[in-house]
């Protein structure tokens, strides 16, 4: 048993040899020009030798992606045209190369993306939010999680149109078990106002109850949220709307709306479906836009 930097012990010897133990890394961005948002993850369960992806693209005209498992070999970095390079701390070079699917309406398009990802924010470790007993209730997500903002720059071409990207977004890193069933459900909240203001929340509901962490970074600050109350409105079974009251480690609140513009709904198993969502926000008389992702049961 070891400590994490604030005294929570986890068995992390243990952990790592979970036939789940994973290793994901995740990145988003929205370039408002273009209307065009982009989210992908690599995931790493070394010790099932399996290798996954997802990479998607939405936009008014396009919502189209791919998903598939391969074995593991010796670039976790790197799965069926998706590559991550990492060019020095804090940035990125993310690409793309290969098609893209719409099953509903049997569409495809060819896909090359070459963007640049580089931070605006120091690293947020969400050890910083929780405490022992979140940090216990949480293991069966991830024991490490780390997230941070950025800008996006480069190209993206669809069909050979190439369009020129300009963005901001979101990149998560978290290693630890991941059974997608574990959690009751999970919302997983991210959006950028400017290149000096964004916020991450991560609201994660298990039997033992919700764990809340994330930031808020404003004023070149990183400040630590710790408790979340969020309100869904929801058309069917997709969230619709929602207001949120964050709270960071020193009590102040931050108040949020959003509205879900568009999405795409990815089988993640048997028993759980991860919808992924462009959503718009208003804070402050601010406007931003970012993803909203929530994990929930299938039926």
């Given at each position: 048993m070891i400590k994490n930097e604030k005294g929570a012990l986890m068995d992390l010897e243990n952990l790592k040899k979970h036939q789940e133990w994973n290793e994901s890394y995740y990145f988003n961005f929205h370039d408002e020009k273009q209307d065009?948002?982009?989210f992908m993850r690599i995931g790493n369960k070394v010790n099932k030798n399996e290798k996954s992806m997802f990479f998607y693209l939405m936009s008014p005209q396009l919502l189209g992606?791919?998903?598939?498992?391969?074995?593991?070999?010796d670039n976790p970095l790197k799965i069926a045209g998706l590559n991550y390079q990492k060019i020095d701390e804090g940035k990125w070079r993310l690409t793309y190369q290969g098609l893209v699917f719409n099953p509903l309406e049997k569409t495809q398009y060819q896909v090359d993306m070459d963007v640049t990802w580089?931070?605006?924010n120091p690293v947020m470790d969400y050890v910083d939010c929780v405490d022992e007993k979140e940090t216990q209730m949480s293991s069966?997500?991830?024991s490490e999680h780390y997230e941070q903002f950025g800008k996006a720059t480069g190209t993206i071409s669809i069909d050979q149109v190439s369009l020129p990207i300009s963005a901001l977004g979101e990149r998560d890193l978290s290693r630890g078990v991941r059974e997608w069933a574990s959690p009751r459900m999970w919302m997983w909240i991210n959006s950028a106002f400017s290149s000096k203001e964004a916020f991450n929340?991560?609201?994660l509901s298990v039997d033992e109850g919700d764990i809340d962490a994330g930031y808020f970074h404003t004023r070149g600050v990183n400040r630590p949220l710790v408790k979340s109350d969020i309100k869904l409105s929801f058309k069917g079974e997709v969230p619709s709307t929602f207001t949120m009251v964050l709270t960071d480690n020193e009590g102040l609140e931050y108040r949020v709306?959003?509205?879900v513009v568009r999405y795409g709904?990815?089988?993640?198993?048997d028993a759980m479906n991860?919808?992924?969502t462009l959503s718009k926000y208003s804070w402050d008389g601010k406007e931003g836009y970012g993803i909203a992702e929530f994990l929930i049961p299938k039926g």
């Open positions: 065009l948002t982009a992606g791919i998903k598939l498992e391969t074995p593991c070999d580089e931070a605006l069966q997500v991830a929340i991560t609201k709306t959003g509205e709904l990815i089988p993640m198993d991860l919808i992924e």
